[in-house]
């Protein structure tokens, strides 16, 4: 047979679904990456790359977000890191679990390859609704982009070490 022209695919995935190497969508024009959450909170979000051909060079790039009056959340706000794949003797299956702090990742045809978007809402975000882009460029192999929608609640998270709690622990013997 002829050789087609590489497909490149791209969906977004709940961040509760570990990404197998096999795994695929039914639903391709799924490329809505939607986070809610506080102004100072961490949010995440996951994106699916496959290509019918080697990827060399898989990465991933987030533009501004922009949102109620103009406010800006700036792309260094983000951090994109990939799947990383491990054994697990249990099950023979390679499994997603680290987050490889690396620029760019090579993808064999037919694998998938998870991105991971970690969002630092900034303190003083505006509550509202905030879009933009992400795009993941695959060299050789153009790009696919997806839509990012935040919502940011009308209340703010503060840093971790002010954070208040009140501990109660009852203890009966019998």
């Known amino acids: 047979g002829k050789a087609g022209k590489a497909t490149l695919t791209g969906w977004a995935a709940p961040i509760e679904v570990k990404i197998y190497r096999g795994a695929f969508t039914r639903e391709p ?12 909170e961490v949010l995440s979000a996951q994106a699916v790359i496959r290509s019918s051909a080697d990827i ?3 990465s991933g790039a987030m533009s501004p977000l922009t949102g109620p009056g103009g406010a800006v959340i700036h792309a260094q706000a983000v951090r994109v890191r990939f799947c990383g794949y491990v054994p697990v003797d249990e099950t023979m299956t390679m499994t997603a679990d680290p987050l490889l702090e690396v620029p760019s990742v ?10 991971w978007i970690t969002l ?7 509550p509202g609704m905030y879009e ?9 192999g153009g790009s696919v982009e997806f839509e990012v929608a935040l919502e940011v609640l009308p209340a703010v998270l503060p840093p971790a070490p002010d954070w208040k709690f009140y501990l109660n622990i009852w203890q009966e013997d019998r």
Do not use: C
């Open 120 to 126: 630092a809402v900034p303190p003083g975000a505006a």
């Open 29 to 40: 024009d799924n490329r809505t990456l939607a986070m809610t959450g506080l102004a100072g």
């Open 132 to 140: 933009g882009s992400f795009t993941a460029s695959a060299a050789p």
């Open 56 to 58: 060399d060079k898989l």
């Open 106 to 115: 090579e993808v064999p045809a037919n694998y998938a390859q998870p991105l």
